[in-house]
C-alpha cells in the first residue's frame, strides 16, 4: 500500500544559533517530533555566524552540506571541515561538547538531523561516521537520481551503520520520473523538499508541494513521487523505526525523565560522566570567530 501525506507543514526561516538562519522542519510547533526524529533544519550560514560551543547528549545528530562547507571541532580534539555533499553522523551519546561554523565564503547551506536513541543507547559512548561525497552511493537510472546516506535504493546500500534504524535518502527527479520508493512497514517517515515541485503520495491520493514544505507519510510500505515540472525536484525522504519511549527534551540534552535532564546539567556543569573535558575547554574555530 502506498503511504499517502497526512501532514504538510511549511518550514519558514528563523534565527538560530549566532546569527545564522534555518528552516525547521520536524520540531516546529506544527511537527514537534515524529519518532525517532527530534528535529531537522535546512541551515543558511555565512561568515562570522555559526554554532559556537555547545553540548550535546543523549541523542545523534546528522549534517549533510548541500553548499559551501563547514568546519567542525569538539572537545575530545575530532576536528575537521564536512564539504558540499559530505556527510558526518555523529552519535553524541554519553555527552560531546563541539563548535559547528561555517568554512566557506558566502552562502554555506545543509540539512542537520536530529535522530533519538533508546534509553538503553543514550550513555554509549561518542563516535563519528563521516563520508566523503565520493564515499556515498549514487545511482540514476530513468530519470531518478539518489545519493543513499543510510538505508537501501535502486538496489544500492549504504554503509553507514544506525543505532536507531534509518532511512536517509538524497533525491533529484527530472522532469517524467516516476519514483516508488519502498518504506519499512511501521516506520515513521517524511519528505521534506528542497527545489522544485511534485506529486506525492500515489494514485489514490496525490499530493501537490513545493520546496521548504515537510510532508508526513501515513502508514504503508512504500511512497511514489512522481515530477511533471520542468525544473528538477529535489527532496529528502527520511524514514526510521519509532523508539516509543518517553522524550524529556531540555535544548541540546535528550534523555527519558526529568530526573535525567536535571543529572546531565549536573554532569555538564561538573565535568563528569562524558563531560570531564568541558570546563574550561574552548573550541579552536569558536574563537576565529570572534
Known amino acids: 500500500m502506498a503511504r499517502r501525506i497526512i501532514k504538510k507543514v511549511l518550514s519558514v526561516e528563523q534565527d538560530e544559533g549566532v546569527g545564522a538562519r534555518v528552516r525547521r522542519s520536524v520540531g516546529r510547533a506544527e ?47 575530532h576536528k575537521g571541515t564536512i564539504n558540499s555533499g559530505d556527510l558526518q553522523w555523529m552519535t553524541a551519546g554519553r555527552g560531546i ?7 566557506g565564503d558566502g552562502d554555506n547551506i545543509g540539512l542537520q538531523l536530529w535522530i533519538n536513541l533508546k534509553k538503553k543507547d543514550k550513555m554509549t559512548e561518542p563516535k ?20 543513499v546516506i543510510a538505508g ?8 553507514v551503520r544506525t543505532i536507531t534504524p534509518t532511512m536517509y535518502l538524497d533525491f ?17 517517515g517524511f519528505l521534506y523538499l528542497l527545489k522544485g ?24 510500505n512504500h511512497v511514489e513521487v512522481k515530477n511533471e515540472e520542468d525544473k528538477q525536484l529535489h527532496f529528502v525522504l527520511i524514514a526510521g523505526e519509532p523508539i ?5 527534551q531540555h535544548g541540546p540534552f535528550v534523555m527519558n525523565s526529568q530526573q535525567e535532564i536535571f543529572q546531565t546539567f549536573q554532569d555538564y556543569s561538573q565535568g563528569k560522566n562524558g563531560f570531564e573535558r568541558a570546563p574550561n575547554w574552548q573550541s579552536e574555530i569558536g574563537k576565529e570567530s570572534h
Open 152 to 159: 537501501e535504493s535502486l538496489g544500492v546500500s549504504s554503509p
Open 31 to 77: 511537527l514537534r517530533s515524529l519518532d525517532p526524529f527530534l528535529m531537522l533544519d535546512e541551515f543558511k550560514v555565512r561568515k562570522p555566524a555559526g554554532f559556537p560551543d555547545h553540548p550535546h547528549r543523549g541523542f545523534e545528530t546528522v549534517t549533510y552540506m548541500l553548499k559551501g562547507s563547514f568546519k567542525h571541532e569538539d572537545f575530545c580534539g
Open 172 to 188: 533529484k527527479l527530472d522532469k517524467g520520473a516516476y519514483l516508488s520508493q519502498p518504506v519499512a512497514d511501521g516506520w515513521n
Open 244 to 248: 516509543k519511549e518517553t522524550i524529556v
Open 128 to 147: 563519528y561516521q563521516e563520508l566523503l561525497k565520493a564515499d556515498i552511493p549514487h545511482v540514476s537510472k530513468d530519470g531518478i537520481h539518489v545519493s
Open 97 to 103: 561538547v563541539h563548535s559547528e561554523m561555517p568554512g
Open 197 to 220: 515541485k511534485g506529486l506525492f503520495g500515489g494514485p489514490e491520493e496525490w499530493t501537490e508541494s513545493d520546496a521548504h514544505h515537510t510532508l508526513v507519510l501515513g502508514q504503508g
